[in-house]
């Protein structure tokens, strides 16, 4: 799917597919929350509406951000699943963990997931990406 831009700015192009607060929880639900159905979308803290979570799946899906299969374990569920250019997306996500521990108040958890990211991201990032990776490949 071809998103329509409103520039050439490459920061304006990129919030074209992820720039609302939906996309990127959808994608981090993926990729560190282990999430991939619907109904674990629907659980997640932030409480997305069920209209909302419709329409930024299939958007996050035309834009090759997320794929869908059908469920390994149940017919009626669909599995969704990072693709590469949605793992890629990997770093901007750990940058904004960096930021949000060092600017605004978060969990306690967050701050010992920031702490050990400050300690050796680069270790961290590579580790998740080898991870993130490999679960596509084995499907």
Request: aromatic share 6%; proline share 3%; net charge positive.
């Amino acid at each position: 799917m071809k998103i329509k831009q409103r520039s050439d700015c490459p920061i304006s192009s990129a919030l074209d597919v992820i720039g609302d607060k939906w996309s990127l929880l959808i994608v981090r639900d993926i990729m560190m929350n282990g999430k991939n159905t619907y109904n674990e979308f629907l659980k997640s803290n932030e409480k997305i509406a069920t209209n909302v979570l419709a329409d930024r799946l299939s958007m996050l899906e035309k834009s090759d951000i997320i794929s869908k299969e059908e469920h390994p374990e149940s017919k009626a569920k669909i599995y969704y699943k990072l693709t590469k250019k949605g793992i890629r997306l990997l770093p901007v996500l750990i940058e904004l963990i960096l930021w949000a521990d060092e600017y605004l108040p978060v969990s306690s958890a967050a701050i010992t997931y920031g702490y050990a990211l400050k300690k050796d991201k680069e270790k961290i990032t590579k580790q998740m990406m080898r991870t993130l990776l490999k679960r596509i490949s084995d499907k």
